[in-house]
């Protein structure tokens, strides 16, 4: 069950036409204004789709839709070519996750070479995951990314799955991390220690925040040139330090001053592993850190409606995007344990990058300048994430699952989803202004931990599609040993907190296990959210849920929960 479903009107022989997707050689026909009926849908409909007026309503009854083969337009038009969605694509990868995490990855992990591992490890497994998300989206090449791929696949209970990504996105769908870490960055520039002041941190993530949403809400081609801008900025600096990583490690130097370098040797084999902490518990966490650093692969799978030719396009983008994210992480990270003394790495928190760029380049350009380029880095990452979950809640909001559903589904008044914008701004100020030391780490392992859930179920509900429906038309099929293996390691990821370390208390162990607890509840959430809706409701009050469509004012097409008392469900 997904998002549109088939619209007909009967013709003058007493057929019907299908509304979306009338045959070319048909001339485009309209619901007549405000007009009401129930059809049974079809599960064949042709490629071209035709328009709806304001106010148009139709319900359908939609168990049997084929949504693979529903032509989907976005309002917006097809607006991305290939550059554009490679911008959108690593500019989501490489956000602060290089320039922030490696700092408390190595603190917990304890080692330059198990560090290391898990950065290489966490390429190869996004590699797992995006051969998923690949198979998914050329499939179904439809805006949504999970949430059209997990109500095609499961589609009882009715309404179960689409209830559950529409409760995750609109409590966890915030883009907070990002916006912390900018305002740490600028903070450091100006010389002040991001610890002492904290309020400024939070005020500069919130107007960074507001800043960017009234852009993508106000100004759509705008916001896509500044998000292009930004992203070819970040690979630039990316370029840089890898350069500066290449200069370390070949010739083997560790510049303490402007003025002077002293030699260095490489570390041994021996040395690199020193002090690694081999628990599984403590590795999950870490790893949760190294795939948020990886997150954003699937990015462009939420905005597929508006991506030029999207199959060709995904398939060679998405690949190209993780292999230049994997080399430039490793290069850089090398790069930070060269530079920066492994004391100083453990102590960083998320100035890592900062105490690399001070380090290397001296005290003036170093702490004030690439600083602030690290700054422009993390805005560009808020923006194309913000772009494209915008586009997500507005698919949720069409689907009618979210009250006054209209509002958030609408492409009015700037053209531009300022709704769905809305709906994301206000858990990410919310979240950026809680009072606490550790935000942003809380916040990776609460992004990172529900994800594993999502990933398995898509990794599942794929391998199922192989079995129950050969038929489906698949332009890249994902290795099947590498998704069995996905499952098996989020299966591993979803236990691993509740692993308890040696001589850990249960304060102690409850306390680190706190981001897997906020996770499951949202889940239970949204389960409860479905129950009183979809069940309990409509029994004690004796109406059935079915959907209807409706045409906004933009053109926009959305669903209608609509209350159907069951003496007439049974009589149609």
């Known amino acids: ?17 299908p ?26 409909f042709e490629s071209s789709a035709t328009t709806l007026n304001s106010g148009d309503i139709i319900t359908t009854t939609r168990g049997d839709i084929e949504d693979d083969v529903l032509p989907e337009t976005a309002v917006l038009g097809r607006t991305l070519g290939w550059g554009s969605t490679y911008i959108l694509i690593i500019s989501r990868v490489i956000g602060s996750g290089i320039f ?27 590699w797992f995951g995006l051969a998923v998300g690949l198979e998914y989206g050329c499939m179904l090449p439809r805006s949504g990314g999970d949430k059209v791929y997990l109500e095609f696949t499961y589609r009882r209970p009715r309404f179960l799955a689409s209830t559950i990504v529409a409760v995750h996105a609109v409590v966890l769908g915030f883009t907070a991390s990002n916006c912390i870490v900018f305002g740490e960055y600028i903070l450091f520039a100006l010389g002040k220690l991001p610890s002492e002041h904290r ?34 900025i970040k690979i630039g600096l990316i370029v840089f330090m890898t350069l500066a990583s290449a200069v370390v490690v070949l010739a ?5 001053n402007p003025s002077e370098a002293t030699h260095l040797p490489l570390p041994s084999w021996d040395v690199i592993w020193e002090g690694s902490v081999w628990n599984w518990s403590i590795i999950s966490t870490a790893l949760f850190k190294v795939f948020y650093s990886y997150a954003g692969l699937q990015n462009v799978n939420n905005v597929l409606n508006e991506v030029r030719d999207p199959v060709r396009t995904l398939k060679s983008v998405a690949p190209t995007a993780l292999f230049t994210a994997c080399l430039l992480y490793f290069l850089v ?30 005290e003036t350009t170093g702490r004030v300048f690439l600083p602030l380029a690290v700054a422009v880095s993390a805005a560009g990452n808020v923006m194309v994430v913000t772009f494209s979950l915008a586009r997500l809640n507005q698919e949720i909001a069409r689907q009618g ?9 609408s492409s009015q008044p700037f053209g531009a989803p300022l709704g769905a914008l809305i709906v994301h701004y206000l858990p990410s100020v919310a979240v950026i202004c809680v009072p606490a030391r550790n935000i942003y780490s809380f916040i990776l392992a609460v992004e990172g931990y529900p994800g594993q859930f999502f990933v398995l179920a898509t990794s599942l509900g794929l391998i199922w599609l192989r079995k129950t429906r050969p038929d489906l038309n698949r332009p890249y099929r994902a290795f099947l040993p590498a998704v069995w293996a996905r499952i098996a390691l989020s299966l591993a990821m979803i236990v691993a907190p509740f ?45 059935v849920l079915d959907e209807a469509i409706e045409a906004l004012q933009d053109g926009t097409a959305i669903t209608k929960l609509i209350r159907i008392p069951k003496e007439d469900r049974h009589s149609t």
């Open 1 to 17: 069950m997904a998002g549109s479903v088939a619209l007909y009107q009967p013709t003058s022989n007493g057929e019907t036409t």
């Open 19 to 44: 509304l979306l997707g009338a045959p070319p050689s048909t001339a485009a026909t309209h619901i007549s204004q405000g007009r009401h009926r129930r059809q049974k849908s079809s599960s064949s």
């Open 100 to 126: 922030a995490t490696p700092g408390s990855i190595v603190s917990s992990v304890g080692s330059i070479g198990l560090s290391l591992t898990l950065w290489v490890a966490g390429a190869l497994i996004s």
């Open 199 to 232: 309020v400024e941190v939070r005020a500069l993530a919130v107007t960074l925040m507001t800043l960017i949403t009234i852009i993508h809400g106000c100004f759509l081609k705008t916001g896509i040139f500044i998000q292009n801008l930004l992203g070819w």
């Open 252 to 256: 083997g130097y560790r510049p303490t």
């Open 333 to 362: 990270n090398v790069a930070y344990f060269l530079i920066v003394p492994l004391d100083e790495i453990k102590k960083s928190g998320e100035l890592i990058a900062a105490l690399f760029f001070q380090r290397l380049l001296g």
């Open 401 to 409: 699952l979210l009250p006054y559903g209209h509002l958030w589904s």
């Open 499 to 543: 692993i308890p370390t040696t001589g850990e208390s249960h304060r102690d162990h409850l306390f680190r296990v706190s981001y897997a607890l906020v996770g499951i509840s949202v889940f239970v959430l949204a389960v409860l959210y479905w129950l009183v809706l979809v069940v309990v409701l409509p029994r004690l009050s004796g109406y």
